[in-house]
């Protein structure tokens, strides 16, 4: 048990806080520069969230994502939520732009090494059709492409029942939108297609899902303050889970390499498909925010259970506080049941079974900085153990988080 | 771990402490959208001037491009005309924005300083469109849209 000691944790929020220092000094100097929206210009911009997290319990770990390897427990920590992006925009032409977003956050190897997360050029042929080519976010759900801008969005983070599933957030490849009016209101669709990018922390080891195709689509309709969009989208795996070292130890009793290799056959991954759909539904008007979205993911491998998953959000603002409420839940479900051995436990991984009830409020505290504290409550099975880490053996199911945390825009 | 918030406040004080708003005298009449009267365009309801302004969808009726502006953030015109218009707050209106910004769907409209330099960039747009007080629209444009104080 390796956890973070104390003075390696410290050690994190000073380095993290030396990085945030600098890099605001650097986007200080730069906004002092002149930005308009001039053809030919470059602009530099970015976000960041300063974080706190902790629960009540240390019989396991609250992660934000499937990202992150270890998680919050009764000890506060800034690596749940902590985040800084940079990112650059060049517009060549009325027609075409290039944009880099580079983020820094905790992430699979435990390191706050920065990715790039976007890098594309924008092509627009005509002011309805707009193109991408090259890194871009997923929108396998909506919102999921500004998951990592707390300020963009009333909660501290997007629920997790709801997003922790999508272990996904880059792809290679490229995407096109269209927009077509409809009266005074507007459909817009999109469709993309990709290579995944991406790292998944285990136990002890890295499931690269690298590599793997991944393409979807979508169709909007906004409506005044409402907007409704129904998606679908899949991804074709084309590796396994990293098991086999753990495998053996899984099991108790003697195994021969005939059945190991049956059991994995069994769960295998390479090769199979899971698919997503969902359905969003937001009303945004005056002080009211409101926000319903419901999914269903069909995995295409044994080693997953298929599930539903949905959350409920409604905020009220008064003056420059909003508070929020709201609920989120995720129910694992279609388990293809063996006797073959080691599969039971394999399978248990990716259980849940779970709601939270989120209570919180945003501060609008000064211009393009928001203070946020929240309360999750989760309630759920103590079988329900996705995806936490390092859950202890009779945890009962309930985990309390609370958060605090700095967004900021620049 | 008690060094987090102070340090991290004191980093973030160039932008906590960044320039409050002008000592301007505020729009007590009425806003009203403007487009340019070379553009062709005499009428917009509200959430056509709405799908303009955020960047949703921005070809008028007769398949002319709105060329739309927007005042700096530290102007209290603009507050008015978001919430005159969305009931919105600034904080929400820049909420908006950074989700578009980030996510690489749309870059922020062109931004102006002052009403005056928004006229400007009306008159020198063929089809501009951007927000002026009421009282100060001549022939030069066509009020599309009202906003009521």
């Known amino acids: ?410 | 771990m008690r060094r987090l918030p102070f340090s991290a406040l004191v980093a973030l004080l160039p932008l906590v402490a960044a320039p409050s708003a002008l000592a301007q005298s505020s729009a007590t009449g009425g806003l009203a959208v403007v487009v340019n009267a070379r553009c062709g365009v005499a009428v917009l309801t509200r959430n056509e001037v709405v799908n303009i302004f955020f960047g949703r969808y921005r070809l008028f009726f007769n398949g002319r491009e709105a060329q739309p502006a927007d005042l700096e953030d530290s102007h209290p015109m603009r507050s008015q005309f978001y919430r005159r218009l969305v009931g919105k707050d600034i904080s929400e209106i820049n909420a908006y924005w950074s989700r578009q910004i980030f996510s690489g769907r749309m870059r922020a409209l062109p931004k102006v300083a002052t009403p005056e330099e928004m006229t400007q960039w009306i008159v020198a747009n063929p089809c501009g469109i951007g927000f002026v007080e009421q009282a100060k629209v001549d022939a030069r444009f066509n009020i599309v849209f009202e906003l009521a104080p």
């Open chain 1, 1 to 410: 048990m390796a956890y973070l000691s104390f003075p390696r944790f410290s050690a994190y929020l000073h380095r993290l806080v030396v990085r945030l220092g600098l890099v605001l000094a650097v986007a200080g100097a730069a906004l002092s520069l002149p930005a308009r929206g001039e053809p030919g210009d470059f602009t530099i911009g970015g976000f960041g969230t300063v974080g706190m997290a902790r629960t009540n319990t240390n019989d396991v770990e609250f992660v934000r994502d499937l990202s992150q390897p270890r998680g919050a427990r009764k000890r506060w920590t800034g690596n749940v939520d902590s985040i800084l992006g940079l990112q650059a925009n060049w517009r060549i032409n009325s027609e075409f732009a290039a944009v880099v977003q580079g983020v820094s956050r905790y992430r699979y190897d435990r390191s706050y090494t920065p990715e790039i997360a976007w890098a594309y050029l924008k092509v627009d042929p005509s002011p309805t059709l707009s193109m991408r080519f090259g890194r871009l976010g997923t929108e396998f759900f909506m919102l999921a492409d500004s998951r990592l801008v707390g300020y963009s969005y009333l909660p501290v983070r997007p629920p997790g029942d709801y997003f922790w599933s999508l272990p996904f957030s880059s792809i290679n490849g490229a995407d096109a939108a269209l927009t077509v009016p409809l009266a005074d209101n507007t459909l817009r669709g999109k469709i993309y297609y990709g290579i995944a990018d991406g790292k998944i922390p285990l136990e002890d080891e890295q499931w690269n899902i690298g590599g793997s195709p991944m393409m979807g689509a979508y169709l909007e309709y906004q409506a005044g303050p409402w907007l409704l969009r129904g998606s679908y989208a899949n991804i074709r795996f084309n590796s396994n889970l990293p098991i086999l070292q753990n495998f053996y130890s899984l099991v108790p009793h003697y195994l021969t390499a005939d059945q190991a290799r049956t059991s994995l056959d069994y769960l295998r991954v390479d090769g199979t498909r899971s698919h997503y759909y969902s359905l969003g539904l937001v009303y945004d008007n005056g002080p009211w925010q409101f926000q319903l979205m419901l999914n269903s993911i069909d995995q295409g491998s044994r080693a997953f259970a298929d599930s539903y998953a949905g959350y409920a959000l409604a905020g009220y603002r008064i003056g420059s506080v909003t508070p929020y409420l709201g609920y989120s839940w995720v129910r694992s479900r279609n388990y293809s049941p063996s006797s073959l051995p080691g599969v039971t436990q394999v399978q248990a991984d990716s259980f849940s079974r779970q709601g939270t009830t989120i209570v919180g409020a945003r501060w609008d505290v000064a211009r393009n900085v928001a203070l946020k504290a929240q309360w999750d409550a989760i309630r759920g099975d103590s079988a329900s153990i996705f995806p936490f880490r390092r859950e202890r053996p009779g945890w009962d199911g309930r985990v309390d988080v609370f958060s605090l945390t700095m967004d900021f825009v620049f």
